[in-house]
């Protein structure tokens, strides 16, 4: 009986042990992928901000996306990219070296965009301006001859990040 009770004993201890053991492995695996929270960015010198987001008229980005896609097409990116855009240069060699000569970036839907942070700022004759950074869904084709396969029409869904300044 002892022996029995030993044995028994012995068993529940190791599985106890077994368990503690994967417990906290299988706990673990229940965590969600972190996801940081954004944080306002530092606002340029004078600049104020607004607490409020104020909504765009849809056309005011529209026209945004689309002076973004004329630059794209006439080869003339580098002239509306922000100053602090990460890796301008070589996004401008790339386009340059990779993407065929007659290719065209065309516009068949913009979907949705936010708002993602607005401020005054004072402009030296021009007055208060609304500086708005806006995220923006749009669907787009990319179209081109390739010599070998001949027509190409290549649709994709990007986000692009806009900076719209407007009079207040």
Do not use: C
């Amino acid at each position: 009986m002892i022996d029995r009770l030993r044995t028994a004993w012995l068993i529940g201890s190791v599985v106890a042990l077994g368990l503690m053991l994967v417990v906290p492995d299988a706990l673990s695996r229940s965590f969600r992928d972190f996801t940081q929270i954004p944080t306002p960015s530092a606002l340029p010198d004078g600049a104020e901000r607004i607490e409020s987001l104020q909504r765009l008229d849809r056309e005011l980005v529209l026209e945004g996306v689309n002076a973004i896609l004329s630059a794209w097409n006439q080869g003339q990116l580098d002239t509306i990219l922000v100053q602090d855009f990460v890796d301008a240069q070589k996004l401008s060699d790339t386009v340059l070296t990779e993407v065929p000569r007659d290719a065209r970036l065309v516009l068949l839907s913009m979907r949705s965009y936010s708002v993602i942070s607005q401020h005054r700022v004072a402009e030296p004759g021009d007055g208060d301006r609304r500086v708005s950074r806006v995220a923006v869904t749009v669907r787009l084709q990319l179209t081109f001859n390739d010599p070998r396969t001949g027509y190409q029409r290549l649709p994709s869904t990007s986000e692009f990040i806009l900076e719209i300044r407007e009079p207040i």
